[in-house]
């Protein structure tokens, strides 16, 4: 099923209201906490856990470009505008235990995740991190990615099944549809997929690895999945370059509405 969202500029406003409602305190604040879990030998990864009261579910979000946020104890970023990265707190307000990821210990230095995201050591990190979210929470466990980070979130879900560690279910928004340097999600084993499958996209993305023209690339390997669903949208801004964080790419300025949306879909009944 097709479901597609239409969304205007009024969400600049309403999310504009949210956070001065959450500066004053009318929105509860959520506990946070900087972990560093071993994974590899000698390897740890690193992640931010931001966790409301009454948690329905996790997420794990995924930066896109290369992966490093340059995170340090206390949770601080160097890089932090990615839309998902952004966006963490939005997670947390619709009762998800969102989880932000940084490169792993041995991928701080430059090229960090590029080129590294499908393959074993970067399964093994965040099979880590999984872990540890069903022992302290025992919730279902969404990866979630955008641009580059669906790289990942696929990846990892057509290599682990539930039952081998792997996530309950995956969402991908601003998809890799289409990629000259490495594996687009269209080319991966996807037809291993048993998961639910949500994918978000904007109907303007114009980055040229993301554009919606290819998206039956996508939709048609997921035909297979009982629970499966796209939605798309519109509106926002559109600032700077067409594949970074502050164009149609990045959700710009309807960051609100795309996370209510993903949040109803993944605590859905199925």
């Given at each position: 099923?097709?479901?597609?969202?239409?969304?205007?500029?009024?969400?600049?406003?309403?999310?504009?209201?949210?956070?001065?409602?959450?500066?004053?305190?009318?929105?509860?604040?959520?506990?946070?906490?900087?972990?560093?879990?071993?994974?590899?030998?000698?390897?740890?990864?690193?992640?931010?856990?931001?966790t409301p009261a009454n948690a329905r579910a996790a997420v794990i979000l995924f930066t896109g470009g290369d992966g490093f946020l340059g995170m340090d104890s206390a949770g601080r970023l160097q890089r932090g505008g990615n839309f998902l990265v952004r966006s963490r707190q939005l997670f947390?307000?619709?009762?998800?235990?969102?989880?932000?990821?940084?490169?792993?210990?041995?991928?701080?230095?430059?090229?960090?995740?590029?080129?590294?995201?499908?393959?074993?050591?970067?399964?093994?990190?965040?099979?880590?991190?999984?872990?540890?979210?069903?022992?302290?929470?025992?919730?279902?466990?969404?990866?979630?990615?955008?641009?580059?980070?669906?790289?990942?979130?696929?990846?990892?879900?057509?290599?682990?099944?539930?039952?081998?560690?792997?996530?309950?279910?995956?969402?991908?928004?601003?998809?890799?549809?289409?990629?000259?340097?490495?594996?687009?999600?269209?080319?991966?084993?996807?037809?291993?997929?048993?998961?639910?499958?949500?994918?978000?996209?904007?109907?303007?993305?114009?980055?040229?690895?993301?554009?919606?023209?290819?998206?039956?690339?996508?939709?048609?390997?997921?035909?297979?999945?009982?629970?499966?669903?796209?939605?798309?949208?519109?509106?926002?801004?559109?600032?700077?370059?067409?594949?970074?964080?502050?164009?149609?790419?990045?959700?710009?300025?309807?960051?609100?509405?795309?996370?209510?949306?993903?949040?109803?879909?993944?605590?859905?009944?199925?």
């Amino acid at each position: 099923m097709l479901r597609f969202t239409l969304f205007s500029h009024l969400a600049t406003a309403v999310k504009g209201l949210l956070l001065f409602a959450a500066a004053l305190g009318a929105i509860p604040a959520h506990a946070q906490q900087v972990i560093d879990l071993p994974t590899r030998p000698g390897i740890t990864q690193r992640a931010l856990v931001i966790t409301p009261a009454n948690a329905r579910a996790a997420v794990i979000l995924f930066t896109g470009g290369d992966g490093f946020l340059g995170m340090d104890s206390a949770g601080r970023l160097q890089r932090g505008g990615n839309f998902l990265v952004r966006s963490r707190q939005l997670f947390a307000d619709q009762g998800l235990v969102t989880v932000v990821v940084d490169a792993p210990s041995d991928k701080q230095r430059y090229p960090h995740l590029s080129g590294q995201r499908q393959n074993a050591d970067h399964v093994a990190d965040i099979r880590a991190v999984m872990d540890w979210l069903r022992r302290e929470h025992r919730l279902p466990v969404w990866l979630v990615g955008t641009s580059r980070g669906t790289q990942s979130a696929a990846f990892i879900a057509a290599q682990l099944a539930p039952a081998e560690g792997g996530p309950d279910g995956i969402v991908l928004t601003a998809t890799i549809l289409r990629d000259p340097r490495s594996r687009a999600v269209p080319e991966m084993a996807l037809e291993k997929l048993r998961i639910p499958v949500l994918v978000a996209h904007h109907r303007h993305d114009e980055c040229r690895v993301c554009l919606f023209s290819d998206m039956p690339l996508l939709m048609n390997r997921l035909a297979h999945l009982q629970r499966k669903d796209l939605l798309v949208f519109e509106g926002g801004l559109n600032v700077g370059d067409p594949c970074e964080a502050r164009a149609w790419h990045g959700f710009n300025g309807i960051e609100q509405d795309v996370v209510a949306q993903i949040a109803r879909w993944i605590t859905a009944a199925p």
